[in-house]
């Protein structure tokens, strides 16, 4: 296998509860609409970063086997990339904090985020959704 593209919120943790935490925090504290942040809360993601950082040991916590796997595929040359439709900020938090950032050789996250994935390792690269799909390969 030479490429894997894992999908963060199914195989390794899963960021939407904090995601949405954070977003509910954000409209709570700014009092603004979440559906336009850019416009609203021009420093979201700095801000999304500092609660994910903050919070990430809460929400996420690494998996032993899914760490197993991705280091075995690492070890056996696979180019392992991720993907994600939340913010960039708080899937490199989430990363970090499952452990699993640095066999992580690309990241593709937000909108068409599998589709940029797999344009970057190509055609044969092995789609993972979910954890019993990554503790499986071999």
Request: proline share 3%; aromatic share 4%.
């Amino acid at each position: 296998m030479t490429a894997v593209a894992v999908d963060l919120d199914g195989a390794l943790g899963d960021t939407r509860r904090l995601w949405e935490d954070w977003l509910e925090d954000a409209r709570r504290r700014a009092r603004i609409d979440v559906t336009a942040l850019d416009d609203e809360l021009p420093n979201w993601r700095q801000l999304l970063q500092r609660f994910a950082e903050e919070r990430a040991p809460v929400y996420l916590r690494p998996d032993a086997e899914a760490s197993a796997a991705l280091r075995r595929l690492h070890a056996g040359g696979a180019t392992i990339g991720v993907f994600t439709d939340a913010p960039e900020e708080l899937a490199r938090v989430a990363l970090a904090q499952l452990g699993a950032a640095r066999r992580v050789d690309a990241l593709e996250t937000g909108g068409d985020a599998l589709e940029r994935l797999l344009a970057r390792l190509g055609a044969d690269a092995r789609v993972v959704r979910t954890r019993a799909q990554l503790v499986g390969l071999r």
